[in-house]
T-cell receptor, first 114, second 112 residues
Framework: DAKTTQPTSMDCAEGRAANLPCNHS???????VYWYRQIHSQGPQYIIH???NNETNEMASLIITEDRKSSTLILPHATLRDTAVYYC???????????????FGSGTQLTVLP | DAGITQSPRHKVTETGTPVTLRCHQTENHRYMYWYRQDPGHGLRLIHY???????DKGEVSDGYSVSRSKTEDFLLTLESATSSQTSVYFC???????????FGPGTRLTVL
């Protein structure tokens, strides 16, 4: 899996958009970008994933640059409950066996401020 | 989120005793995983299953065994618990398709 780089921490005001960047300059053509988050003392939660096109679901939007070397997760209206560690993961989809293991890096601690 | 429950949610046990953690899912997902999470190590895969009675080892499998006799249940057994197995254990499931994983709430295990 390609290596990812994320800022250690970010703050965001409640109600504003939170934009979380991720660099993955060594991404391969068949690797997807996945985002998960982990709220304190809870299990990780899947947010969104994409290959090359921008994606949106009920939780967030994912913007992937044209060269696919970086991406941004956007939480459009952050709430206090969005305070969590956010992980950007790059991996080949449809892997078999132990390759399906998710490797979480250090992630970005997002703190939503009232 | 997928319907994943883990039991017990908290357990304190003594060194040398066997411990079994249970993961139950209601989504009929084919894949199931057991991870442990420790400070400084992130999530590490212990064992995984790709179907009933089909299991394999992950990154940190020593001292652990698993069983999956039904699609919905995946059991993790610590054959003889040690203090180094004090951790938070997460179960996850995944379907065949988009390769996403859905995590349970975790079990906090303390081995004294």
């Amino acid at each position: 899996d390609a290596k990812t780089t994320q800022p250690t921490s970010m703050d965001c005001a409640e109600g504003r958009a939170a934009n979380l960047p991720c660099n993955h300059s060594t991404i391969s053509g068949n690797e997807y970008v996945y985002w998960y988050r982990q709220i304190h003392s809870q299990g990780p939660q899947y947010i969104i994933h994409g290959l090359k096109n921008n994606e949106t679901n009920e939780m967030a939007s994912l913007i992937i640059t044209e060269d696919r070397k970086s991406s941004t997760l956007i939480l459009p209206h952050a709430t206090l409950r969005d305070t969590a560690v956010y992980y950007c993961i790059v991996r080949v989809a449809g892997s078999s066996g132990s390759a399906r293991q998710l490797t979480f890096g250090s992630g970005t601690q997002l703190t939503v401020l009232p | 989120d997928a319907g994943i429950t883990q039991s017990p949610r908290h357990k304190v046990t003594e060194t040398g005793t066997p411990v079994t953690l249970r993961c139950h899912q209601t989504e009929n997902h084919r894949y199931m995983y057991w991870y442990r999470q420790d400070p400084g190590h992130g999530l590490r895969l212990i064992h995984y299953s790709y179907g009933v009675k089909d299991t394999d080892k992950g990154e940190v499998s020593d001292g652990y065994s698993v069983s999956r006799s039904k699609t919905e249940d995946f059991l993790l057994t610590l054959e003889s618990a040690t203090s180094s197995q004090t951790s938070v254990y997460f179960c996850a499931t995944g379907g065949q398709g988009p390769d996403t994983q859905y995590f349970g709430p975790g079990t906090r295990l303390t081995v004294l």
